[in-house]
């Protein structure tokens, strides 16, 4: 529901962004205090536009590829 409104605009308010990216609200706020995800105002509503939010996305760190040892 909220997927699918969210792709066409240009910007999404932030439990728009907490569902898109599947991440609570105490975790968006790290990452907008560690400056790795900008937002904008619109008034007193806090935006993040769909570009910020791609390229927050894209700069995620890879997981950690284990290699296991046969034994």
Known sequence: MLMESTTTRGAMSV???QHWASIG???LYQEISAGRLQVRKI???T???MREAEAWLA????PVQRHRVEK
Do not use: I
Not at 59 to 62: D, R
């Open 59 to 62: 700069n995620l760190p890879s």
């Open 47 to 49: 935006v993040v536009t």
């Open 25 to 27: 609200r105490s975790k």
């Open 15 to 17: 439990a728009e962004f």
């Open 43 to 45: 008034g007193r509503k």
